[in-house]
């Protein structure tokens, strides 16, 4: 197979063949990791920007002293190539992150270094890859986002999934957009604790909005960042919202 493209794996799953690829950047020596499930992409790293920037963003949303004595908790939703979950890794205040993903494929080629980021995330004690459903987990009224912890708080979830609040990878999804998801993914964080999401789209007023009902403190971050021919300017959005010290 050409040294420009190989694909390392191809895996038929119950939602679409999931498949991991490799390419040489044209007129580069920087191989290029996409993960796709049947004609859809769902990570490159060659756009990383914005994920990076959802864990800087949400993080540093939080007061500089840790709200857990000892280090934050993180949650992370949706492994993909792992840029954001490397990203929360590298704040020296996070002592615990849980990594929920819902396709074991994709976990399975982190743990076997297919993926490049997936060694450093393996080799770090602080890290763990969970499988399972984010969205099942984070609005269930039982359970919660640490298996082996039922009703454990967390410092901060950071969430790269869906594509926007209105433009999701599969329609159960939707059950987080709205008050009543918002509000029970809420109940997993810790009084002061920040809630932040990626999303492909620019700001959306309708969103923010629900999330000011929830949340009360929210912002919406433009991630601009260049495209892949360095001629012209992209963006995504990260929202925060962080959850009142006292309870109402």
């Not at 963003?57 to 840029?83: A, C």
């Not at 912890?149 to 999701?168: E, K, Q, S, Y």
Request: charged content about 20%; glycine content about 8%.
């Amino acid at each position: 197979m050409s040294i420009n493209f190989e694909e390392l794996v191809y895996r038929p799953t119950p939602i679409g063949v999931l498949t991991l690829r490799r390419r040489r950047r044209p007129d580069s020596d920087v191989d290029i990791y996409e993960i796709k499930l049947g004609d859809e992409f769902l990570m490159s790293s060659a756009f990383t920007a914005a994920e990076i920037a959802l864990a800087d963003i949400g993080l540093s949303s939080l007061p500089q002293d840790p709200l857990s004595q000892g280090g934050l908790d993180v949650v992370v939703g949706g492994l993909g190539l792992g840029y954001t979950a490397q990203a929360a890794l590298a704040d020296p205040r996070v002592r615990s992150l849980i990594v929920i993903d819902a396709l074991p494929e994709v976990i399975e080629w982190h743990e076997a270094g297919l993926i490049p980021v997936g060694r450093e995330l393996s080799a770090d004690p602080r890290c763990r890859l969970v499988h399972g459903d984010f969205f099942t987990m984070a609005t269930s009224a039982d359970g919660g986002l640490d298996p082996e912890a039922l009703g454990r708080l967390f410092d901060a979830v950071l969430v790269d999934i869906d594509h926007a609040p209105d433009n999701l990878l599969h329609p159960s999804h939707a059950v987080l957009y709205t008050a009543a998801g918002l509000q029970r993914l809420s109940e997993h964080l810790k009084p002061g604790g920040v809630f932040a999401l990626w999303s492909n789209d620019p700001p959306d007023a309708a969103f923010n909005g629900l999330l000011e009902r929830v949340f009360g403190a929210v912002e919406a971050h433009v991630v601009a960042f260049e495209n892949l021919h360095g001629d012209d300017e992209v963006s995504n959005t990260v929202y925060v919202g962080t959850k009142r010290a006292v309870q109402a």
